[in-house]
């Protein structure tokens, strides 16, 4: 069977996997939209600020930061934590002794989640358009979107994948992959809209960071200007993260237990 | 095509100061069961993960089906089924599923379902693994290295955990497959298992092998001396000095194999002149057990 023909089969069966996976469904799906409806229904009749002076219905900035929160959940911390498992529990020690090659396994998770994201961000719009009235993108804004979306999921799960070596065990993963990424999910917009008068060390600090360019450019190429300015330097920036963590991965990527 | 399945000369593997492998030789030829026997530490598991291509070796040659492991080919996988001493598999998948799942990296794998029969967990099969006892896991484990239909399979330690029912029936599937011509490579702590299923057995402690051969006839075990055992009842005569007491209470004769036929019909000639029964007689000829716990014993000590 060819490299290609395996990675489709290897997919098949990690979403069968994910799906029976109780606690990885409900964390993938359930709490992006849960958070969604938390904040929309509390804070979703004002307007929001940001840095660029502009003015954002509250809810409609939401369903964009949710769709982005679920990207990054799905791909860079249910990734790391789940791979940890893996490693932990000796499957993919298992894996490495057949003669599905590593980049088939590996890649058919990272297109896993990828196919998740595009899901994910799909709900959470279709969310927003049925009870917040957020516009859809389309046209050249959809294809951004998809596009914004690839880059994003790709990146992201590098980046989770990249993580892992330095995880020692499966218990202390949750802690690790949150530690490293709920406080830049607070410094770049995803719960609440940095604004004009934040400090200037939290702008620069979520400047270098990959998750307020991906918050940036999902709300550039989802509702586009005159609300919000969408630039490619962004989706560049969230790539070249992508292409550090993929050679991080590459390089100390460990299939065996580290205990 | 040579006929050796596993090739090794001088294998050594360092890990720091550590030399867990100290220099090894071994050959295993197509179609033959070779056992390794060892304690914990010894080395077993360093060399039998250098043979599945897991570990780089320090020194030495080593070839399998004429592949060098560490080169860790696909071609050399595709033709290997490995039980690893500790592994797990996708807890939300069913037993079947897991099966197909790595049958599918093979080129020609088996029947997914005479796999999941052989090892006895048909009616598990549609079962997903979180639910599976560790007996059954196990033996989803040896499933799974079997799915692939390789010519040669390690085992490292496959019954641990098994009920004796249980491992008779590995022991038999083991037995099936080199009958079949398949090679196996297997480590083991049971020296039952060892004696049942292998054709050739080493023994390694400290990382070097201290004795290789025939199980039956594993460093002189054929030359030991048997063992004859027994009790006898209140207001008996005492038996003749070469009976050594035990600290049960009962007597042991030791005697060369040639030697013991004759030494029991003197032993029991004399207790029906003298008129009472012998207890528990046993007679036990040196267990490979006996032969394992003196080599590695007397490594221990000079070391």
Redesign the interface.
Known sequence: ?SELM?TA?QIR?TN??FW??PAAAFFTFVFPLMFLVIFATLLGSGTVTLENGREFNQSTYYVASMAVFSVITACYTNLAIGVTF?RD???L??T??????GSAYLGARVIHVMIMSILLVVICAAFGWLFYDADLPTGMSLIRSIIVVLVGSASFAALGLALTPAIPNADAAPPIVNATILPLLFISGIFFPVGPDAPQWIETLSDVFPVRHLVDAFLGSFYGPPLFDFSWADVGVVAAWGVVGLALAIRFFSW?PRT | MSDRAIEVTGLRKTYGDLEAVAGIDLAVDVGEVFALLGPNGAGKTTTVEILEGYRQRTAGEVSVLGFDPAGRERALRERVGIVLQSTGVDPYLTVRETVALYAGYYPSPRDVDEVVELVGLAEKGDTRVLKLSGGQQRRLDVAIALAGDAELLFLDEPTTGFDPGARRNAWEIVSNLSSIGKTVFLTTHYMDEAQHLANRVAVIAHGTIVAEGPPGSLAGRDRMRTSIRFRLPPGAPEPDRTAHRLPDGGYELRADQEETTKLVHDLTAWALESGFVLDALEVTPPSLEDVYLELTASEDVTA
């Open positions: 069977m395996l089969r069966y069968k996997a029976r996976n893996q529990a000796g499957i020690k298992r490495r002794g057949t003669p599905l090659p065996e």
